[in-house]
T-cell receptor
Framework: DVKVTQSSRYLVKRTGEKVFLECVQDMDHENMFWYRQDPGLGLRLIYFSYDVKMKEKGDIPEGYSVSREKKERFSLILESASTNQTSMYLC????????????FGPGTRLTVT | LAKTTQPISMDSYEGQEVNITCSHNNIATNDYITWYQQFPSQGPRFIIQGYKTKVTNEVASLFIPADRKSSTLSLPRVSLSDTAVYYCLVGGHNQGGKLIFGQGTELSVKP
């Protein structure tokens, strides 16, 4: 079974802090994705990556950056956390560009105070 | 990526068949239709995908009419554990697997 793990289930940070959310997948998948999920807004794509060191902006990239130095690891970075970034963050991976079967991690609930 | 419209919520009882319809009027020729399920405090999980007619797996069936402007996810004999949010997504293979999630349908199964 594909396993996607995220570094924390719950995280509390202060406004202005730099925050790292880590995601690791164990199935040698090409693609990795970061979403945030908010009540009433559904899941929104922040960034995605098709290969190591490659990244593309999703629908809401402002205030975020990403890093993919190794194929199995995709990091989401909040350069200066703000209260409007309080959300559930979900990481996903998929094996190739011709598939819509994404495997999601359990999510990280981030609270910025 | 085609926009989808589905009911915000649905109620059902255990043992019933549940049909959730999704409208996607501007679906493109190379778009596939995909459904995901999400339980509270978990990431979404892929259920089924189809292009036309009918697709069935161990979890659900997906019915797609000839014009492909809508699709229906059918869950046979639901149980309490099927209470979840169900998302309908439409996209093409030339979009690199990028998914656009809508609001989803919150299904509540009652005893």
């Amino acid at each position: 079974d594909v396993k996607v793990t995220q570094s924390s289930r719950y995280l509390v940070k202060r406004t202005g802090e730099k925050v790292f959310l880590e995601c690791v997948q164990d199935m040698d998948h090409e693609n990795m994705f970061w979403y945030r999920q908010d009540p009433g807004l559904g899941l929104r794509l922040i960034y995605f990556s098709y290969d190591v060191k490659m990244k593309e902006k999703g629908d809401i990239p402002e205030g975020y950056s990403v890093s993919r130095e190794k194929k199995e690891r995709f990091s989401l970075i909040l350069e200066s956390a703000s209260t409007n970034q309080t959300s559930m963050y979900l990481c996903a991976s998929s094996p190739g560009q011709d598939t819509y079967e994404q495997y999601f991690g359990p999510g990280t609930r981030l609270t910025v105070t | 990526l085609a926009k989808t419209t589905q009911p915000i919520s649905m109620d059902s009882y255990e043992g019933q068949e549940v049909n959730i319809t999704c409208s996607h009027n501007n679906i493109a020729t190379n778009d596939y239709i995909t459904w995901y399920q999400q339980f509270p405090s978990q990431g979404p999980r892929f259920i089924i995908q189809g292009y036309k007619t009918k697709v069935t797996n161990e979890v659900a069936s997906l019915f797609i009419p000839a014009d492909r402007k809508s699709s229906t996810l059918s869950l046979p004999r639901v149980s309490l554990s099927d209470t979840a949010v169900y998302y309908c997504l439409v996209g093409g293979h030339n979009q690199g697997g990028k998914l656009i999630f809508g609001q989803g349908t919150e299904l509540s199964v009652k005893p």
